[in-house]
């Protein structure tokens, strides 16, 4: 029997807080992957489809929920989510691997038990919602403080208005924790790395847990 690399290719998420460097080792995974001779997809949540770009807009609060002020519900926020996860694994996703491409993503379902399951306040919830989304091969967890983020956010005038750890950062960052319980009582596979480590440093320890996939 062939290995299994040889018919499907693998999915790889990077997960972390905003500024903890998952688009950066995104990139740079890809940019190894492809120097090895792989084919790979490199891609992001909120996806580009369709539901993604509805999530963009409520992101950025160009939409608004039905009452026309104020956010739109978190539940119902945390429901495009995994629509636009799903969405996402169809449209484009397993046809990568199923045609043996490696697929990269920038965040996945770990994201949503961390950021929905904070604002929904209903973590069994969202895990549920998300039940029928992929399991990736590997989730690689950049953990970094959440004052490490915010200095290399502010760094980059992603936000510049921002000065302290907010409290809503704390919390998502122990949310995090509880979402990697979740997914690793649910069998999947969750790996930590210090994403406090330096570019060069961070993507060698990508690249090790990626290497030692079956
Ligand atoms: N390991 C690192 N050490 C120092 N700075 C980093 C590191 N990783 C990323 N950065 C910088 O931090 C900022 C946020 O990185 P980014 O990859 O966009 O994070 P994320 O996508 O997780 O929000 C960028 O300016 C990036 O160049
Ligand atoms: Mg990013």
């Known amino acids: 029997m062939p290995a299994r ?19 950066t080792q995104a990139r740079l995974l890809g940019d190894r992957l492809r120097a090895s001779g792989r084919s790979v997809h490199v891609t992001a949540e909120p996806s580009g489809g369709p539901v993604g770009s509805l999530v963009r807009q409520v992101l950025s609060r160009r939409v608004v929920g039905g009452r026309g002020e104020g956010e739109l519900d978190a ?9 636009d996860r799903l969405d996402h694994v169809a449209a484009e996703i397993a046809p990568k691997l199923a045609g043996g491409v490696d697929v990269v993503s920038d965040r996945f379902t770990l994201s949503s038990l961390a950021y929905q399951g904070l604002t929904t306040g ?36 992603i936000d510049p208005e921002l000065y302290e750890v907010s409290e809503f950062q704390r919390a998502v960052a122990r949310s995090y924790d509880r979402g990697i319980e979740r997914l690793r009582a649910a069998g999947q596979r969750v790996v930590e ?7 060069e440093a961070v993507s060698a320890a990508v690249w090790a847990e990626v290497e030692a996939l079956p």
Not at 5 to 15: K, M, Q, S
Not at 127 to 151: C, Q, W, Y
Not at 193 to 199: I, S
């Open 122 to 157: 209903d973590l069994p919830w969202v895990e549920a919602i998300n039940g029928r989304a992929a399991t990736p091969d590997v989730t690689l967890f950049l953990r970094a403080r959440p004052s490490v983020a915010l200095k290399r956010r502010r760094a980059a005038s």
């Open 193 to 199: 790395l210090d994403g406090e480590a330096p570019v």
């Open 75 to 83: 539940g119902a926020l945390a429901l495009l989510f995994a629509a």
């Open 5 to 23: 690399r040889d018919r499907r290719g693998r999915f790889i998420v990077l997960e972390g807080l905003d500024g903890a460097g998952t688009t």
